[in-house]
């Protein structure tokens, strides 16, 4: 047996996914991934937007994704809460060559000015989530309501493919990551908990190719494609492991799938 089968020795499969998520979330998982660049900050303002554009940008290559997160904040003066209130139009002069895969400097402006909209009218990107959600809901219904209100201000129509849409089936990778970043907060440190009216519990998987693979080898999800009716299915299976803090596993399955390439890694016990 590669590792132990959920079904046929369930306690064993749960040490087992249990002590690799302990692994991977630790201070040390930090440093190499995006979630470096809010670690940088220490006020909840400046922390949870530079989260959101780091999310924004967190797909290809995460030394790219920390390299173009980090170019970010030194145009925004690293005071990002503080430039997004704040800037003009001639401010954004800087910020014309930037690009990020998909992402061109005509998406990055739109980005700020919304980001403005939500602060000065809407009282911030946590008002503004904790506001659609609803206990017991799926966070699904958050996302969507947020993806409403980001967009309520005239934008470049191809701006609108990078905020997902669950609505539509998408898996909301990014948001769903933001979301666990700003909701948790355990002990390691690695997530920073610092928005309190949404529970844990609600939060749903964020899925990439890489925790997707390993969530498919472990018998976790069946469904083939990474779409949002996957998202539903995989975080079903987690909270029967932790009906708590579901997306706990996301460390374990993405650890898994991108530091330990090979299957035979899942020998380790």
Request: one cysteine or more.
């Amino acid at each position: 047996m590669i590792f132990p089968d959920r079904n046929a020795a369930p306690v064993q499969f749960q040490q087992w996914i249990d002590q690799k998520a302990s692994y991977y979330n630790h201070p040390s998982f930090i440093e190499s991934d995006p979630v470096s660049v809010p670690h940088l900050f220490s006020d909840k303002a400046d922390i949870e937007i530079a989260a959101f554009l780091v999310c924004t940008i967190a797909w290809g290559n995460r030394k790219s994704i920390i390299d173009n997160g980090m170019k970010l904040m030194r145009l925004m003066g690293m005071r990002p809460h503080d430039f997004v209130l704040h800037f003009s139009t001639s401010d954004l002069k800087p910020f014309a060559r930037f690009v990020h895969r998909t992402f061109n400097a005509n998406d990055l402006e739109f980005f700020l000015f919304s980001l403005k909209n939500l602060y000065q009218q809407h009282g911030g990107l946590e008002n503004v989530f904790t506001e659609l959600f609803v206990p017991n809901n799926s966070i699904k219904d958050s996302i969507c309501g947020f993806r409403k209100v980001f967009f309520e201000i005239p934008h470049p129509a191809r701006t609108t493919k990078h905020i997902s849409n669950p609505a539509a089936g998408a898996s909301a990778k990014r948001l769903n990551m933001f979301l666990r970043w700003m909701v948790r907060s355990d002990s390691s440190g690695v997530d920073f908990g610092i928005w309190r009216n949404i529970s844990a519990a609600h939060l749903m998987c964020p899925l990439d190719v890489h925790s997707g693979r390993v969530a498919r080898m472990l018998g976790l999800l069946q469904r083939k494609q990474d779409d949002w009716r996957a998202v539903e299915e995989l975080t079903g299976n987690l909270r029967k492991l932790n009906p708590n803090d579901p997306v706990v596993y996301d460390y374990a399955l993405f650890g898994m799938g991108v530091f330990e390439k090979s299957a035979k890694v899942l020998q380790q016990d």
